[in-house]
């Protein structure tokens, strides 16, 4: 199984490159922000938790969020492998995730981190916000909220990656396309 942690700061380009992944490697995707706005936009339980966390630009509790990609990863079946997107944001995250894809006997095999300056977040997640309809992406301070709680509680976890040799750093610069490829070429090595 080919299971990739897609990682980066909001904005880095984690959707976009996830479809591409998706389509060209036959993945299965779990987006925990897309998990969470569908149950948001449904009024379940687990939305009606998540939404004030969300819509300050917060990081939902860690059970909540372990929980919801447990789920997902045991309903899945037999796939050909996962990609993790905006999942794990904290180590706690990913120590639950390697219990979890330890206990299936399917490792993560790499974590893949998108790299782009925080100014170009900015700019792209202001320019996002005029389709997106997203809450989050409306408000500049919330924006900055995202970008500092991901400095505090989400960064940490590239070195959890680190010493397990499994971190890739990827320029999130320049073209989709050509991210794309610098990508792929990580991923046909492993
Ligand atoms: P995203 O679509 O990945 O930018 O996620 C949107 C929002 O959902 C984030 O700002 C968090 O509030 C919440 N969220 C998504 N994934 C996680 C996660 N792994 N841990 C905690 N909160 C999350």
Redesign the pocket.
């Known amino acids: 199984m080919l299971n990739i942690v897609l990682f980066g700061p909001?904005g880095a380009g984690?959707?976009t490159q996830s479809e591409l992944l998706i389509k060209k490697y036959q993945l299965t995707h779990i987006?925990?922000?897309?998990l969470?706005r569908k149950n948001m936009s449904e009024n379940t339980e687990l939305g009606l938790k998540?939404r004030s966390?969300?819509d300050a630009?917060?990081?939902?509790p860690d059970e909540v969020?372990i929980g919801m990609v447990e789920s997902k990863i045991k309903e899945s079946g037999d796939v050909k492998g996962f990609i993790l997107?905006?999942?794990?944001?904290?180590v706690a995250?990913a120590k639950a995730l390697d219990v979890v894809m330890t206990k299936i006997g399917h490792p993560i095999s790499a974590m893949l981190s998108l790299e782009v300056a925080d100014d170009e977040l900015r700019a792209r997640l202001t320019e996002r916000a005029k389709t997106s309809g997203r809450a989050?992406d409306q408000d500049p301070e919330k924006i900055n909220n995202?970008i500092r709680v991901y400095y505090s509680e989400t960064q940490p976890v590239i070195s959890f990656y680190e010493a397990q040799g499994k971190h890739k750093a990827i320029k999130g610069l320049g073209d989709i396309q050509g991210i794309h490829g610098l990508i792929c070429s990580e991923i046909d090595q492993l």
């Open positions: 909001p984690k959707g987006s925990t922000g897309d969470f998540a966390y969300i630009g917060n990081l939902v969020v997107d905006g999942f794990p944001r904290t995250q989050d995202r």
